[in-house]
């Protein structure tokens, strides 16, 4: 029973001591097979960004978390990873309006917004009458009593004309916490005979922020001939270079003219085909021949796409570019030492931990000050990478059997000596009499 014992004690050192060797080696630049050199245009100590590129998102995780930055001196440089989206979005705050009244030819009214002030931007603010073209001013404060300027000169107009109307209320203005906000309207002098009566104030926080695309070009491959749904079509088998995001395909088609039910798809996995968008490709004739685009709902990961035209009786038309595109990964960090380079960006490592630095918090998202563009090389095999050891199991198949035996041995031997146990302490027979039948 000892000897087995120490087998299996063995063979758990073993295991876990294969768990550490793998911890540890994460912590070492030896995990990660791929590396490219950053080199910040500057060089000065300040705010860089690049964008990730396509090379390195088709080698690292989807979620980028394996990306590393280290530093010539092999110091590792926390970093901030924003994915380049449009935005377009506003949060209504609520308010209260106060002191509501006309002043000459203008109008104002005082708006609270409570003891616990958001952060607040814009303005939406409902007047009287049509046809107008009004000038607006807007002043913050803390207290109610000592007032500045947030925004002077804007204008809000309403017209119509022709069955149709155009129309803008919004003011923007600096980001700012100000409990309470005056507004001032006033009048329109070529259509208004007094200031005008403020209906509605509406504040809110808005963020509006312009996205990056990035797009390379693909080649274009040799349609094929076959049928879709009964009907005769083509179909361009497209290898985007890498598994990468995608979220828009942009043809250039030299026909004149024409309207064709398309298709595309994912075909990655043949027996798992993907349905990414569908529609018309549409080019009337006169029309000036700009690119066809094709935008996907959501963003996507993929390696090869098919794109499926339905012809009917015409002739297949004739693709002569194909462009990819797909959301930019931006990846900003600080340089505190002008002499740390070349920098080295390691990426390949599906088993690393994401890093969660301090620093992408401290990055607002609506970065102030645009950081400096850095170069970015190519990618390079790390020479010092090792691959993590296979599973003890699969260096030493044979092991697991041997484990399985000894357990099953030892198994075994506790079943027996339990019988034996059971047996000596079972009362015996004749309503457990140690004396014969009718003795006494």
Not at 9 to 24: N, Q
Not at 119 to 131: A, C, F, K, P, Y
Request: charge should be neutral.
């Amino acid at each position: 029973m000892k000897k087995l014992s120490l087998v299996l004690l063995l063979f758990l050192a073993a295991a876990v001591s294969t768990s550490i060797i793998a911890v540890f080696a994460q912590a070492s630049m030896s995990s990660w097979p791929f590396f490219l050199e950053v080199i910040p245009r500057h060089g000065a100590p300040a705010t860089y960004d690049f964008v990730v590129p396509l090379e390195v998102m088709d080698k690292s995780r989807e979620d980028l978390a394996d990306l590393r930055l280290y530093d010539a001196r092999g110091r590792e440089i926390p970093y901030a990873l924003r994915i380049r989206r449009e935005v377009d979005d506003k949060r209504e705050v609520a308010v209260s309006l106060f002191d509501q009244a006309r002043i000459g030819s203008a109008s104002e009214v005082s708006v609270d917004l409570g003891e616990n002030a958001v952060q607040h931007n814009e303005i939406e603010v409902d007047t009287t009458g049509l046809n107008f073209r009004r000038r607006v001013e807007v002043e913050g404060s803390e207290t109610g009593k000592d007032w500045r300027t947030l925004k002077t000169g804007d204008v809000i107009f309403d017209f119509e004309g022709q069955n149709r109307t155009v129309k803008s209320n919004r003011i923007s203005y600096p980001t700012s916490r100000y409990r309470y906000l005056r507004v001032r309207v006033f009048a329109d002098e070529l259509t208004d005979k007094e200031a005008p009566l403020i209906n509605g104030v509406k504040v809110m926080m808005a963020i509006r922020e312009q996205g990056e695309l990035t797009t390379w070009d693909v080649a274009v491959p040799i349609y094929q001939l076959l049928r879709n749904q009964g009907a005769p079509a083509s179909a361009w088998t497209i290898d985007l270079g890498g598994r990468v995001p995608l979220n828009r395909l942009t043809l250039e088609v030299a026909d004149e003219s024409f309207s064709r039910p398309f298709q595309l798809e994912a075909v990655d996995d043949p027996q798992n085909i993907r349905l990414l968008a569908s529609g018309e490709l549409t080019r009337r004739v006169g029309e000036q021949r700009q690119p066809l685009v094709i935008t996907l709902d959501n963003e996507e990961y993929a390696r090869k796409l098919r794109l499926l035209i339905t012809d009917y009786s015409n002739q297949t038309i004739s693709i002569s570019a194909i462009k990819a595109g797909a959301t930019a990964r931006q990846l900003i960090f600080a340089l505190k030492e002008a002499n740390g380079q070349p920098l080295r960006l390691f990426f390949g490592n599906p088993k690393a931990t994401a890093p969660h630095y301090d620093f992408e918090k401290q990055v607002p998202v609506r970065v102030a000050v645009k950081p400096a563009r850095s170069e970015v090389g190519a990618v390079i095999d790390n020479p010092d990478y090792k691959p993590e050891p296979l599973p003890l199991t699969e260096r030493i198949p044979w092991l697991i059997y041997l484990v399985l035996a000894a357990s099953s041995i030892a198994l075994a031997m506790i079943l027996i000596s339990l019988a034996r146990t059971t047996l000596r302490t079972k009362p015996q027979a004749n309503g457990g009499s140690e004396f014969p039948a009718g003795s006494g």
